[in-house]
């Protein structure tokens, strides 16, 4: 398979603390995006990082690139019960798929009030 | 903008029947593509187009079949439905051909083959 792979499978946490998930990948790339899937829902664009970024905000997300590890992290910070969700690392498919992406399998982030 | 809409959102089938799940999208874009999306496997592409006229396979295209006739829409078709196919199939699309382009996903359609 050449999906990339999040670590953890699922995690639980408190309201208001941090929440950090990590993606894993095996080829080079020139940017790595992350998605949110609420349960039940189609999957919606959270930030994309370039291979020259190291780092990059928006809003309560951090999200970190490090293309010599291979490796990508996303920050959830002062998390809240609407951050349950599953989240997913994605990846340019360079094998000729015109622009699609492939997937990770996912981490499920449970946010508990 | 609706963005993607996909029908039905749920569908029960018996092995063996055919059905076209339905994706529309206002954007314009030029790219879609179907997903099927199974526990623990994260998406994986079915079929995608490049625009009307042109498709392609992607990594699990056996059982499926696509046609694009026009740029809003790309149905996706099962011709004899067996119950490996029970998945939650979801339809993206996207801008451009290059890969930083944001793609946006359907609400999804969960199908059971029986």
């Known amino acids: 398979s050449q999906q990339g792979e999040e670590d953890p499978q699922a995690l639980s946490i408190q309201e208001g603390e941090n929440a950090t998930m990590n993606c894993s990948y095996k080829t080079s790339i020139n940017n790595l995006q992350w998605y949110r899937q609420n349960s039940g829902r189609g999957l919606v664009h959270l930030i994309l990082i370039r291979s020259n970024e190291r780092e990059k905000h928006s809003g309560r997300l951090r999200v970190t690139l490090d293309t010599s590890k291979k490796s990508s992290s996303l920050l959830i910070t002062a998390s809240r019960a609407a951050d349950t969700a599953s989240y997913f690392c994605?990846?340019?498919?360079?094998?000729?798929?015109?622009?699609?992406?492939?997937f990770g399998k996912g981490t499920k982030l449970s946010v508990k009030p | 903008n609706a963005g993607v809409t996909q029908t039905p959102k749920f569908q029960v089938l018996k092995t063996g029947q055919s059905m076209t799940l339905q994706c529309a999208q206002d954007?314009?874009?030029?790219?879609m593509s179907w997903y099927r999306q199974d526990p623990g496997m994260g998406l994986r592409l079915i079929h995608y187009s490049v625009g009307a006229g042109i498709t392609d396979q992607g990594e699990v295209p056996n059982g499926y079949n696509v046609s694009r006739s026009t740029t809003e829409d790309f149905p996706l078709r099962l011709l004899s439905a067996a119950p490996s196919q029970t998945s939650v199939y979801f339809c993206a699309s996207h801008k451009t051909s290059l890969s930083y382009n944001e793609q946006f996903f359907g609400p999804g359609t969960r199908l059971t083959v029986l």
């Open positions: 954007m314009n874009h030029e790219y």
């Open positions: 994605a990846r340019p498919n360079y094998g000729g798929s015109q622009g699609n992406l492939i």
